[in-house]
């Protein structure tokens, strides 16, 4: 079966914490997804990858980077977390052309 | 720009009733466009798509018709199921951004027994 992993389900962090948040995917997926899903806002797209070391800022990047040393593992961190980062990360991939995404489970970030 | 509007949720309903969700887009050219479904304590994954104008997606009862002329993909299912009880998505990729998916909010579906 094909995966996309989140290393975590539920992270508890402090305002002003550096926050990392990974993602493995064992599909040899070119495409790889950071989202955020909030309540009534859907999914918003934060940054994308379309090749190792290669990124694009999406809707709503502030306050995010990324880092894709790999091909199988994206990372999202926030370089200093604050309360409005509180939200769900969900992680997806997809190969080069293919519109099919597949995501992981996601991961439940509260900030305090 | 690009845009999914979904109807407000939750939707609740009796099991074996008929399911509608209405799905409207705004988008250039012919976009693709998805149905997402969301389980509880689970990631997204994809439930029908289509391709073009007049293309019925459909999977495990659900269907879809990309029209057009009204710039819709509604969701429907004739007999809903307790085990349907979920989050859908509507969603489409831009012509000009193949792998780019723009999500509506997503409407909570609740059957009940």
């Known amino acids: 079966d094909v995966k996309v992993t989140q290393s975590s389900r539920y992270l508890v962090k402090r305002t002003g914490e550096k926050v990392f948040l990974e993602c493995v995917q064992d599909?040899?997926?070119?495409?790889m997804f950071w989202y955020r899903q909030d309540p009534g806002l859907g999914l918003r797209l934060i940054y994308f990858?379309?090749?190792?070391?290669?990124?694009e800022k999406g809707d709503i990047p502030e306050g995010y980077s990324v880092s894709r040393e790999k091909k199988e593992r994206f990372s999202l961190i926030l370089e200093s977390a604050s309360t409005n980062q509180t939200s769900m990360y969900l992680c997806?991939?997809?190969?080069?052309?293919?519109?099919?995404?597949?995501f992981g489970s996601g991961t439940q970030l509260s900030v305090l | 720009g690009n845009s999914v509007t979904q109807m407000e949720g939750p939707v609740t309903l009796s099991e074996e009733a008929f399911l509608t969700i209405n799905c409207t887009y705004t988008?250039?050219?012919?976009?693709?466009l998805f149905w997402y479904v969301q389980y509880p304590g689970e990631g997204l994954q994809l439930l029908l798509k289509?391709?073009?104008?007049?293309d019925k997606g459909s999977n495990k009862g659900f269907e879809a018709t990309y029209r057009k002329e009204t710039t819709s993909f509604h969701l429907e299912k004739g007999s809903v199921q307790v085990s349907d009880s979920a989050v859908y998505f509507c969603?489409?990729?831009?012509?000009?951004?193949?792998?780019?998916?723009?999500f509506g909010s997503g409407t909570r579906l609740l059957v009940r027994p």
């Open positions: 997806a991939s997809t190969g080069r052309g293919d519109e099919k995404l597949f």
């Open positions: 599909m040899d997926h070119e495409n």
């Open positions: 990858s379309y090749d190792v070391k290669m990124k």
């Open positions: 988008a250039t050219g012919y976009p693709s």
């Open positions: 289509a391709t073009k104008a007049d």
């Open positions: 969603a489409l990729t831009p012509m000009d951004s193949s792998y780019k998916l723009i």
